[in-house]
Structure formats: structure tokens, C-alpha cells
């Protein structure tokens, strides 16, 4: 007899609906017991995963919903930080600057754990670490300072060219 429940990734609309069924009825307040009974599972635990598997579901749809919002309010963050820096290298106000850069370097980094650009593998495939953010952050606030808040004279790297991996 075939299973039912994940069949490709996707959760029979039946089974959907009975692991509803018991959510509903969970949050009315009936043991795993009595719901097992009602729904047709042997066990309790079957109950139990029935719930726990609806709850997954409402959460990850919950996130998709969610996170589009979030990327957008990141987006206008890191503009608005970015504003702040360039403001402050206008003005010749390292502080303001460094404010911004704060800012929108925060900013950033949620946008990238937002899109799952965070993890230990995208990092060591980009080649930087930690560290060298850091430095580079370091060296391009010197140069700035160096410039007297005016323009720096940089290089654009492309992706695959010297020095990067893709």
C-alpha cells in the first residue's frame, strides 16, 4: 500500500487536511488520545505528528509571506545607510560616515541571511571571510581619509576575473 503524505515534496491535500483536522482540534484543548481516536491514527504519536507537521506548514508559510516584507524594509535601510555614508564623505564628517557605513553594513548582512547568502559554503565559495571584510573596510576608510573625503581611486572586479571565483 502506498504512503500517504510527502510525495514529491508535496503533501497530499487529504492528508493536509486531516493534519488541519488535528491542529484544530489540538487547539481545542483535546488530547493527542482523543484526536488520534477521532482522526483514525493508531497511536498518539501519530496524532502528535499530524499536528506538528500542520504547525511546519502554517510557519513556512507564515516566512513566505513575511519575507519579502522584510527584504524590502532591509533594502531601504542599506539605501538610507548608504545615504548617511555619502553624506558624511561630502561633508568631510568621518563620523557621520562611519555611522552610515555601520548602518548600512547591518543592513546588509540581513539582506543576505534574508536571501541565505550567509552560510559557511557561500563564503568560502566568494573567498572572504570575516576578517577580510574587515580589512577591506579598513584600508577603504583609510583611503577615504587619505583622499581628504574626496574620491578614492578604485577598480572594479568583475566576477570570474583575477582574483575571483565564481
Known sequence: MARKGKAGGRVDPEVQA??????DLKVRGLPYADIAEREGYASESGARAAVEAALMRAAAEAAEVVR??????????????????LEGRNDGDMERYSKGAAVADRALARLMKLHGLDTPDVALHVGAGAGDLERLKADFLLEITR?????????LVEPGG?????
Do not use: K, N, S, Y
Request: hydrophobic share 40%; glycine share 16%; charged share 25%.
Open 68 to 85: 519579502p516584507l522584510m527584504i524590502a524594509r532591509a533594502e531601504r535601510l542599506w539605501e538610507h545607510g548608504l545615504g548617511v555614508m
Open 147 to 155: 583622499a581628504g573625503g574626496g574620491v578614492v581611486d578604485a577598480e
Open 18 to 23: 486531516r493534519q488541519q483536522r488535528c491542529l
Open 162 to 166: 583575477d582574483g575571483c571565483t565564481e
